[in-house]
């Protein structure tokens, strides 16, 4: 069963990737900086890390990609610039949007999950 569950994401990963070009991580990032009654849109690195269960290094990585396509953007925390807050940018929330408005064919096996 769980060959087959990891079989179903890499399938609807690869179905956004073709349509939207972005991946799960990118999605989930952009999706949470997106999310209402939080500070205005933006979220530490390790904030975002707790939110998804991904390690710091991966959190880093996938912010990095993000950022080079110019979906999300940073800025130093006032209080401790060792602190960096990311948010989304006009461009990210236009891939939101047409993440939104051009759906992915879910996996059968997915949709019994829901």
């Not at 956004?16 to 933006?42: Q, T």
């Not at 401790?80 to 996996?107: A, C, H, W």
Request: glycine content about 4%; overall charge positive.
């Amino acid at each position: 069963m769980m060959k087959d569950v990891l079989m179903a994401f890499n399938e609807f990963e690869k179905s956004l990737i073709r349509v939207h070009s972005l991946s799960l991580n990118e999605a989930m990032v952009l999706c949470l900086l997106e999310e209402k009654g939080k500070a205005p849109g933006r979220l530490s690195a390790s904030a975002i890390a707790e939110k998804t269960g991904f390690t710091a290094s991966h959190t880093s990585k996938v912010l990095r990609s993000a950022e080079s396509r110019k979906w999300i953007s940073r800025s130093l925390c006032p209080q401790d610039r060792r602190k960096m807050y990311f948010e989304l940018t006009s461009e990210g929330r236009n891939k939101l949007g047409q993440l939104k408005n051009t759906p992915v064919e879910i996996p059968e096996l997915l949709k019994k999950l829901f």
